[in-house]
């Protein structure tokens, strides 16, 4: 069963910098790509891709964090990291790893999503 696991969220003042980690538990036969989507608890908004990785290194960002927020993979290890600087209170959501990959070698492509962490920008 593939899981996501994810660290690094929490509460920082405007300007700072947090890293975001996504590891894939559990056997995975292909990844095609990874990233993370954010969303704002309540307020109506639908979820946002904040940045995609594929498996070549191609990355796709949304508008909104270029030139702030790196993204990385680690394809030896199944993990991904995000990078965030200079932070911004609008930055503040829950933050879902996504894996887009097959479990098996039978399996077509589906995308894995993992439980989310909050990151809050506030002073």
């Known amino acids: 069963q593939v899981q996501l696991v994810e660290s690094g969220g929490g509460l920082v003042q405007p300007g700072g910098s947090l890293r975001l980690s996504c590891a894939v538990s559990?056997?995975?036969?292909?990844?095609?790509?990874m990233g993370w989507w954010r969303q704002v608890p309540g307020k109506g908004k639908s979820r946002e891709l904040v940045?995609?990785?594929?498996?070549?290194?191609?990355?796709n960002y949304a508008d909104s964090v270029k030139g702030r927020f790196t993204i990385s993979r680690d394809n030896a290890n199944n993990t991904n990291y995000l990078q965030m600087n200079s932070l911004k209170p609008e930055d503040t959501a829950v933050y879902l790893c996504?894996?887009?990959?097959?479990?098996?070698?039978?399996?077509?492509?589906?995308?894995?999503w993992g439980q989310g962490t909050q990151v809050t920008v506030s002073s």
């Open positions: 559990g056997s995975i036969f292909s990844i095609s790509a």
């Open positions: 996504y894996v887009l990959g097959r479990a098996t070698a039978r399996d077509s492509p589906a995308p894995f």
């Open positions: 940045a995609l990785i594929m498996s070549g290194g191609a990355t």
